[in-house]
């Protein structure tokens, strides 16, 4: 990796960034990663488990992180430790080592935690180009944990229409990537190419998953911040990018924000996003049936503070599942009795096993049906030509399909 270009976009006076409250997060987070880490100072064990026919490097299990959370930080509850070790994986900095989905379970599921180079608190902003790259490289070598997902090659395939013109630069620099990786360790090589899936898990997701980087307050100011340029993992230039380097422009002083500065920074971020958001209760509400509202609500049931959850769980369960729902969705018996012999103790989890089968039916269903549409061809024309779908002409495609 190209650690240098990490060095020098962080180069210089003291980061305005470094008192935002994203920033502010993730250093409480690593501090608790590195406490985790920590064996000397009752950490968990880093070990090396023996599989069939190999051994898998420097992992722990997802039972002991839980036990280690509800010990140290004082947590009663088991579902509260998941929940935070779940919001901990999510930013990226922990991963299980054979799933995309950034979650953390208590049980024996195996995790691997992410390098500080990795970090969040980096300030990645990582372009297509580099996303290019690590597909490209990834079909490279054979071996068949890196082998590109549904989604991975759908992706693919889009980034090479996309950069048609430049594609054999990408080429060239994934063909070089994948000879200084050949040069490693084997052990070293597995670790990292692990860490790289999980770093791109974090910010290109498997659909279906939260992004959490895809509404970062420095998204909607970068306008504002013209001399602020994006950090390539690869280090690849962007063609976009024609602002000098943050390292050879001279660090003026700040001063104190006024309360009015504020204000104006509130209005400007509110303009922002009611220009680039899509509101769900607007137009995605009506492209989504009752499986998609299902899953989102459970999604929301997991962000939920505990004292709202098992009220919170039980609209759930009238709105979907319950005898008459007003918007009843189909579920396995399976699933069915699992799920009310959850709410007998609501929980953000109560509805796993009922949202796990729904996401199964929308992946091999309502996303394959997606993605013939016209309505997302259409969108995809708007995007090749330049061009964005307002909610009024996105409105009159669904009423005229």
Request: glycine residues 4%; aromatic residues 8%; charged residues 30%.
């Given at each position: 990796?190209?650690?240098?270009s990490?060095?020098?976009?962080?180069?210089g006076?003291t980061?305005?960034?470094?008192d935002?409250?994203n920033?502010?997060?993730y250093?409480?987070?690593?501090?608790?990663?590195?406490?985790?880490?920590?064996?000397?100072?009752?950490?968990?064990?880093?070990?090396?488990?023996?599989?069939?026919?190999?051994?898998?490097?420097?992992?722990v299990?997802?039972a002991?992180?839980?036990?280690?959370l509800m010990k140290?930080?004082?947590?009663?509850?088991?579902?509260?430790?998941i929940?935070?070790?779940?919001?901990?994986?999510?930013q990226?900095?922990l991963?299980p080592?054979?799933?995309?989905?950034?979650t953390?379970?208590?049980d024996?599921?195996l995790?691997?935690?992410?390098?500080?180079?990795?970090?969040?608190?980096?300030?990645?902003?990582?372009?297509?180009?580099?996303?290019?790259?690590?597909?490209?490289?990834?079909?490279?070598q054979?071996?068949?944990?890196?082998e590109?997902?549904?989604?991975?090659?759908?992706?693919?395939?889009?980034l090479?229409r996309?950069?048609?013109?430049k594609?054999?630069?990408?080429?060239?620099?994934?063909?070089?990537?994948?000879?200084?990786?050949?040069?490693k360790?084997?052990?070293?090589r597995?670790?990292?190419?692990s860490?790289?899936?999980?770093?791109?898990?974090v910010?290109?997701?498997v659909?279906g998953?939260?992004n959490?980087?895809?509404?970062d307050?420095?998204?909607?100011?970068?306008?504002r911040?013209?001399?602020r340029?994006?950090?390539?993992?690869?280090?690849?230039?962007?063609?976009?990018?024609?602002?000098p380097?943050?390292?050879?422009?001279?660090?003026?002083?700040?001063k104190?924000?006024t309360?009015?500065?504020?204000q104006?920074?509130?209005?400007?971020?509110n303009?922002q996003l009611?220009?680039h958001?899509?509101?769900?209760?607007?137009?995605?509400?009506?492209?989504?049936?009752y499986?998609e509202?299902?899953?989102?609500?459970?999604?929301?049931?997991?962000?939920r503070?505990l004292?709202?959850?098992a009220?919170?769980?039980?609209?759930?369960?009238?709105?979907?599942?319950?005898?008459?729902?007003?918007?009843?969705?189909?579920?396995d018996?399976?699933?069915?009795?699992?799920?009310?012999?959850?709410?007998?103790?609501?929980?953000r989890?109560?509805?796993?096993?009922?949202?796990e089968?729904?996401?199964?039916?929308?992946k091999s269903?309502?996303y394959?049906?997606?993605?013939?549409?016209n309505?997302?061809?259409?969108?995809?024309?708007a995007?090749k030509k330049?061009?964005?779908?307002?909610g009024?002409?996105?409105?009159?495609?669904?009423q005229?399909s």
């Amino acid at each position: 990796m190209a650690e240098g270009s990490k060095d020098q976009g962080c180069a210089g006076a003291t980061d305005p960034e470094e008192d935002s409250p994203n920033v502010i997060v993730y250093r409480k987070i690593e501090d608790i990663v590195m406490r985790i880490q920590d064996e000397k100072a009752g950490g968990v064990a880093i070990r090396t488990v023996k599989s069939f026919l190999s051994k898998i490097p420097s992992v722990v299990s997802g039972a002991d992180i839980v036990q280690w959370l509800m010990k140290n930080l004082t947590i009663e509850d088991a579902a509260e430790a998941i929940h935070l070790g779940s919001l901990v994986a999510a930013q990226g900095y922990l991963f299980p080592i054979s799933d995309h989905v950034l979650t953390l379970k208590d049980d024996g599921t195996l995790y691997r935690f992410q390098s500080p180079y990795f970090w969040p608190s980096n300030c990645w902003e990582p372009e297509n180009t580099d996303y290019a790259i690590y597909l490209c490289k990834r079909t490279m070598q054979n071996k068949a944990r890196l082998e590109l997902a549904d989604y991975e090659a759908e992706n693919l395939a889009r980034l090479q229409r996309a950069f048609a013109r430049k594609w054999e630069f990408i080429f060239m620099q994934a063909e070089a990537q994948v000879k200084i990786d050949r040069k490693k360790d084997k052990a070293e090589r597995k670790i990292l190419d692990s860490q790289e899936r999980a770093f791109w898990d974090v910010h290109r997701p498997v659909p279906g998953c939260v992004n959490t980087t895809e509404m970062d307050i420095r998204k909607c100011r970068r306008e504002r911040n013209p001399h602020r340029v994006k950090k390539s993992v690869y280090g690849v230039p962007d063609d976009s990018q024609s602002q000098p380097s943050p390292a050879h422009i001279p660090s003026q002083p700040t001063k104190k924000p006024t309360k009015e500065d504020v204000q104006k920074e509130i209005t400007f971020l509110n303009v922002q996003l009611d220009r680039h958001c899509m509101k769900v209760s607007k137009v995605a509400d009506s492209l989504m049936g009752y499986t998609e509202q299902f899953w989102l609500a459970v999604q929301e049931l997991k962000r939920r503070p505990l004292q709202e959850v098992a009220s919170r769980a039980q609209e759930i369960w009238q709105e979907f599942l319950a005898e008459g729902a007003p918007s009843s969705i189909n579920l396995d018996s399976h699933s069915y009795e699992r799920t009310s012999q959850n709410l007998k103790d609501p929980g953000r989890y109560s509805f796993e096993d009922a949202q796990e089968h729904i996401f199964k039916l929308m992946k091999s269903d309502s996303y394959a049906r997606f993605l013939r549409s016209n309505i997302y061809q259409d969108l995809l024309l708007a995007r090749k030509k330049g061009k964005s779908l307002t909610g009024k002409r996105l409105t009159g495609l669904m009423q005229s399909s």
